[in-house]
């Protein structure tokens, strides 16, 4: 039986299956072997090369694990310091290069990367997928998120490591103030590792929307994988900002643009906005996956399922929303108006209301049942705990005459500690003495456990809870050392003695961890909790044997059977019917089986590419141009040499897929997987986009004159001209794919002549879009008009490169025969970007050629 219709997709996914499935007969064993072949991975120095979710992921919490210890190490040696009063232990310098690293490591190079890196390990599982629809790419982001991470930190051993907080702040770290490369390190390092989150959270997306095992419907996705998909769609909104801030700050500290300089018409308070749009969703990034492991654990460890699914799942989007309209709480003491004080210092404590829905919901879990002890449970005790009192003392700082007061005093310091590490660290770690059996052949020592639990929580209180009170007695944040007649020496005593517990608990548990590692996912240690959800299933890294319907959200409590059925190949997709790896898409409501995904094996282009985009930001970073545009190169050449064999096209007809079901093996347009990534890529490129908007409008806000006074405007024709290219590329390549899909098999050149004529089109809107500012006389180091309107043009030749290159390869592909209106892959996703880059420039034209004018 074929697929044909959605309706027969939902018919056989799980709601009106056959009553001989799942097969009553076991598969042959035949077909496990040829599944075990497919899936096999690298050894030896090839392990370089493996793309798997599994090990990518455990890879990627070993890294960000080993920058959590690095960071740690520094806040450490802060403590000492400020253990005694005129302590002379650090200097000023190496004190302030030790606090920036800290705040920047555990918030760029530590938070965001762990709770991704538990998500690409879990979630693949948890969905009962063989892989995520992108394993290279998420292969080439741990590379460069792990490449940069140790090369970032090793600035502090050359004395080069950035000096103005992990914040950034200008004026302080313009050009002025900051000549040399620290904050060059700082903003070209955090600016491309953020690039690597987007990419995984791209990854992540499509991953829980498309490779869901069927039936397994929205409302019964485990409400970890709801958790992780708030979380990359908030990265998609938030991190685009400090993306674009750190691209403003590093064009004014390059090229003089000026973005920030008052006295040129930029705004240092611009980086303030851009800054926290990012920085306070980030929190909420950070927690909300957190919570999801919560919400994972406080059931199995009842042995009840979660109270209240629907509400925790509302609660999580409800937080993620509310999150964007709360940065303005880091901007009390700037002398905003009262009326957005007021607005958002609502919106602040409002946000309290949908974690509140969460923990009581756990507290009810925890109600219905019997909690077992473990270390598992006392983490997410301790939690709760100190989180509930970072919520406290957040709605404390959210009311504007408190925050007026304790603003960068002790107590912010206090405060967002106890948020951090109760909302992400405590969970983390229970999420180790609970997942941990998935991946070991040993779960991690119950004994050292709650030795690790109980000094890490009297540690985080001993250090931070006397912080609220040095706060209010006066001590300002990132000072290195203090007089004695201040009076805070004993409680920053107290501090520091806290901060040594909390070190020895985490020594204690990387001893335990090493000691316990015994990595094997065959015979792994096994569903020892008794939960009831899929990702005790895997039994290699190509999950489980076969893809099992879903019919509740804790399959393994609710269908006894599962298990065993599921190992024995009675499911969906028991084998690997193209002889290579393979994957389930389904549909993103109701996971009605869709497709076969060819899913990519181990290469070396991802490792390649991550090494090779390290260097030439490096390289940028010191200025050293020609080595840079030389691993640009490579780095190009390294993603292009992956991404070659993706778009294999229809290797065969549909296949079997068990219960007499048969699904094609290669599919286009909204049904593919490389179509959603394209449109959550377009989602992160207009967000970058409104915020360069945001940007132009702001400072045409706050400036008496906009343009300055005696700027010549270029002749509205310019503008008209370039438009008019935007439009007829984007037009020939419309009629291109009309009659790719009208006649599949007709003349490859429907193809090729629209690319060819589309490339010059788009170049040249782009260069009349520059040339219009350059005639009438504008610069972009004259004003920060002139530095915006460059900035909406250099956007533009950027992008036009990225289609160039893509038009390019989509042409070689065509002319080898490889790409055709039936294998359309690749062509797809240039067209798609190739519309949105037109629309971008028309817009941009719009708001530079229309808003203008002087306000008075």
């Not at 229970?430 to 050292?448: D, N, Q, V």
Request: glycine share 8%.
């Amino acid at each position: 039986m074929t697929v044909t219709s959605d309706h027969d997709r939902r018919r056989h996914a799980g709601v009106a299956v056959p009553e001989s499935f799942p097969n009553p007969v076991p598969r042959p064993a035949a077909e496990l072997e040829v599944l075990r072949r497919a899936w096999e991975q690298p050894h030896g120095w090839r392990i370089f090369t493996a793309v798997n979710n599994t090990y990518v992921g455990i890879a990627y919490i070993g890294v960000a694990l080993l920058m959590f210890l690095l960071a740690g190490v520094l806040a450490v040696l802060m403590r000492t310091q400020l253990a005694v009063p005129e302590n002379t232990l650090i200097g000023h310098d190496l004190y302030n290069q030790l606090f920036t690293m800290h705040g920047t490591i555990m918030m760029f190079l530590f938070a965001v990367p762990m709770v991704e890196a538990i998500g690409i390990y879990l979630i693949p599982n948890m969905l009962a997928a063989r892989d995520l629809p992108f394993p290279r790419l998420s292969a080439y982001a741990f590379w460069t998120y792990a490449v940069g991470s140790v090369v970032f930190f090793g600035t502090l051993f050359f004395g080069v490591a950035p000096t103005g907080g992990w914040f950034m702040y200008p004026p302080l770290t313009s050009y002025v103030y900051s000549p040399g490369v620290s904050a060059d390190f700082w903003l070209l390092g955090i600016g491309y590792i953020e690039i690597s989150a987007i990419a995984g959270a791209i990854e992540i997306i499509v991953g829980i929307l498309k490779t869901r095992a069927p039936g397994m419907s929205l409302e019964k996705i485990p409400v970890y994988c709801w958790a992780m998909l708030v979380f990359a769609l908030m990265i998609v909104f938030a991190f685009p900002a400090i993306i674009l801030a750190t691209l403003l700050l590093e064009l004014e500290r390059a090229f003089h643009w000026p973005f920030f300089i008052a006295a040129k018409g930029g705004d240092p308070l611009l980086w303030q906005h851009l800054f926290w749009f990012f920085g306070h969703p980030e929190v909420y990034v950070i927690f909300l996956p957190a919570a999801g492991i919560v919400s994972m654990i406080v059931p199995t460890m009842v042995q009840s399922p979660l109270v209240g699914y629907r509400l925790v799942v509302i609660a999580l989007i409800a937080t993620g929303f509310i999150s964007f309209g709360l940065w303005v709480h880091h901007m009390y003491a700037t002398g905003l108006p009262q009326l957005s004080l007021s607005f958002f210092s609502a919106a602040s404590m409002a946000v309290a209301i949908p974690s509140g829905i969460q923990v009581f919901a756990w507290i009810a879990t925890m109600a219905s049942g019997r909690l077992q002890f473990n270390t598992a449970s006392l983490f997410i005790l301790g939690f709760l705990f100190i989180f509930v009192l970072g919520g406290l003392t957040g709605v404390m700082v959210a009311l504007v005459p408190f925050d007026w007061q304790v603003h960068d005093t002790y107590f912010v310091v206090a405060h967002f500690h106890y948020v951090l590490i109760g909302g992400m660290v405590f969970p983390m770690f229970a999420a180790f003495y609970y997942w941990y059996p998935t991946a070991s052949r040993e779960a991690l020592s119950e004994r050292l456990g709650r030795w690790v639990f109980a000094l890490i929580f009297i540690g985080v209180n001993m250090t931070f809870f006397p912080m609220h009170f040095t706060g209010l007695l006066g001590m300002p944040r990132r000072v290195y050392t203090y007089i004695s007649e201040m009076g805070w020496g004993e409680l920053n005593l107290v501090s520091t003695i806290g901060a040594y517990m909390i070190a020895a608990g985490v020594a204690l548990f990387v001893i335990d961890l090493v000691r316990k590692f015994k990595f094997s996912f065959e015979e792994n240690k096994g569903n020892i909790w008794n939960a009831g959800t899929l990702e005790w299933l895997s039994t290699g890294t190509y999950a489980s044997r076969s893809i099992p319907i879903v019919r509740s959200r804790e399959p393994l409590w609710d269908q006894p059977r599962l298990a065993r059925d599921a190992k024995e190949g009675r499911y969906f997709l028991p084998g690997a019917p193209t002889g290579d790896r393979e994957a389930l898409i389904t549909s993103p409501i109701e996971a009605s089986p869709q497709s076969i995904l060819q899913i990519p094996d181990e290469h070396w282009g991802p490792f390649a590419a991550g090494v090779c985009t390290a260097g030439f930001f490096y390289m940028l970073t010191l200025k050293v141009l020609p080595v840079a545009a030389l691993f640009a190169l490579l780095a190009i050449a390294a993603i292009l040499w992956w991404v070659w064999d993706l778009d294999r096209g229809p290797v065969r007809g549909p296949a079997e897929i068990g219960a007499g079901l048969s699904v094609p093996v290669y599919v286009t347009g909204p049904a593919s997987h490389v179509w959603w990534a394209m449109a959550v890529l377009m989602l992160v490129a207009g967000t970058l986009f409104t915020c360069v908007v945001f940007s132009y409008f702001f400072l045409w806000l706050v400036n008496p004159a906009w343009p300055p006074a005696g700027t010549e405007l270029p002749h509205l024709g310019w503008p008209i001209a370039a438009g008019i290219a935007y439009a007829a590329s984007s037009l020939v390549i419309a009629w291109s794919s009309r009659a790719l899909t009208r006649a599949p098999r007709g003349s490859p050149w429907r193809m090729r002549l629209p690319l060819l004529l589309a490339m010059p089109l788009y170049a040249a809107g782009a260069a009349v879009q520059l040339m219009a500012q350059w005639q009438a006389g504008v610069g972009p180091q004259d004003s920060g008009y002139g530095a915006m309107v460059y900035l909406f043009a250099s956007l533009q030749l950027l992008f036009g490169g990225v289609l160039i290159i893509m038009a390019c390869y989509t042409l070689v592909r065509s002319a080898l025969g490889m790409q055709d209106g039936i294998r359309r892959g690749t062509f797809d996703a240039t067209m798609l970007f190739w519309h949105y880059s037109v629309g971008q420039g028309i817009v941009a034209l719009v708001v530079v050629s229309l808003f203008p004018r002087a306000v008075g």
